[in-house]
């Protein structure tokens, strides 16, 4: 079945919004048996309700490295449907999938996805900035982040998190797929300015299949992100 085969489904009288499920398939390789992920998504709804391009770019990127999540530990930020999260549990990977705390409609989607994938991940409500108990249980080997750089108000809670989870925990990585809607000039410098610096920069479409590449459009790009260590600074 092809990327984004969707199966609508009407609940409710003409008012409830309209929910569908979209299919996102990985295969191709030998080594390891091609499998899809169904996301639950809202179409009338917030943006954490429905897959967006740079997510469908992160969850390509973490097929494609998946001997590095077999048994990793990976937080996904701002995780939304979590298409990128439940990749990395498909691939043997323990997944905490977290997006703000007040979006509790965000997180129950979150839940049912899992159950529908039939996956075990965590599930935590966590605002960017905000220093609560959750944040500091965290240990991540690696961060997800899908176009979460897309309001410039929270760049700065953004690159807090991603600062403390990455000194909480030596040898983590931040890698993020965005939208260059301000110039990658911003996220330079606000990088320089947390700390961070950029290991690598990939325009999504070169390691993209020619299929999925051919569904989405705009100028997105993929970050590996590490925080410069006081020996290299």
Same mark, same amino acid.
């Given at each position: 079945? $092809?990327?984004?085969?969707?199966?609508?489904?009407?609940? %409710?009288?003409?008012?409830?919004?309209?929910?569908?499920?979209?299919?996102?398939?990985?295969? =191709?390789?030998?080594?390891?048996?091609?499998?899809?992920?169904?996301?639950?998504?809202?179409? #009338? $709804?917030?943006?954490?309700?429905?897959?967006?391009?740079?997510?469908?770019?992160?969850?390509? @990127?973490?097929?494609?490295?998946?001997?590095?999540?077999?048994?990793?530990?990976?937080?996904? &930020?701002?995780?939304?449907?979590?298409? !990128?999260?439940?990749?990395?549990? #498909?691939?043997?990977?323990?997944?905490?999938?977290?997006?703000?705390?007040?979006?509790?409609?965000?997180? =129950?989607?979150?839940?049912?996805?899992? +159950?529908?994938?039939?996956?075990?991940?965590?599930?935590? %409500?966590?605002?960017?900035?905000?220093?609560?108990?959750?944040?500091?249980? &965290?240990? !991540?080997?690696?961060?997800?982040?899908?176009?979460?750089? @897309?309001?410039?108000?929270?760049? =700065? +809670?953004?690159?807090?998190?991603?600062?403390?989870?990455?000194?909480?925990? !030596? %040898?983590?990585?931040?890698?993020?797929?965005?939208?260059?809607?301000?110039?990658?000039?911003?996220?330079?410098? &606000?990088?320089?300015?947390?700390?961070?610096?950029?290991?690598?920069?990939?325009?999504?479409?070169?390691?993209?299949?020619?299929? #999925?590449?051919?569904?989405?459009?705009?100028?997105?790009?993929?970050?590996?992100? =590490?925080?410069?260590?006081?020996?290299?600074?």
């Amino acid at each position: 079945m $092809e990327e984004n085969d969707r199966e609508d489904e009407h609940c %409710g009288d003409a008012v409830t919004t309209m929910t569908t499920v979209s299919r996102h398939c990985f295969g =191709d390789d030998s080594e390891f048996p091609a499998f899809s992920i169904s996301i639950i998504e809202n179409m #009338k $709804e917030d943006y954490g309700l429905f897959v967006w391009p740079c997510s469908v770019v992160l969850a390509e @990127y973490v097929w494609q490295h998946k001997h590095r999540f077999s048994g990793a530990n990976v937080v996904e &930020l701002g995780a939304g449907t979590s298409l !990128p999260g439940l990749v990395a549990a #498909k691939l043997g990977a323990r997944v905490t999938l977290t997006d703000d705390s007040t979006r509790l409609e965000v997180l =129950d989607n979150m839940r049912r996805v899992c +159950d529908l994938n039939k996956l075990e991940c965590s599930v935590l %409500g966590l605002t960017w900035g905000v220093w609560d108990s959750s944040i500091f249980s &965290l240990q !991540p080997t690696i961060i997800l982040g899908a176009d979460v750089f @897309y309001d410039s108000n929270a760049f =700065d +809670d953004l690159f807090a998190t991603v600062t403390f989870m990455l000194r909480n925990s !030596p %040898g983590s990585i931040f890698i993020t797929s965005y939208h260059n809607r301000s110039g990658h000039h911003l996220i330079e410098f &606000l990088m320089g300015k947390w700390g961070l610096k950029c290991l690598k920069l990939l325009d999504a479409f070169s390691f993209l299949p020619s299929y #999925k590449a051919s569904l989405l459009s705009g100028n997105i790009q993929l970050a590996e992100i =590490d925080h410069i260590s006081k020996e290299n600074a």
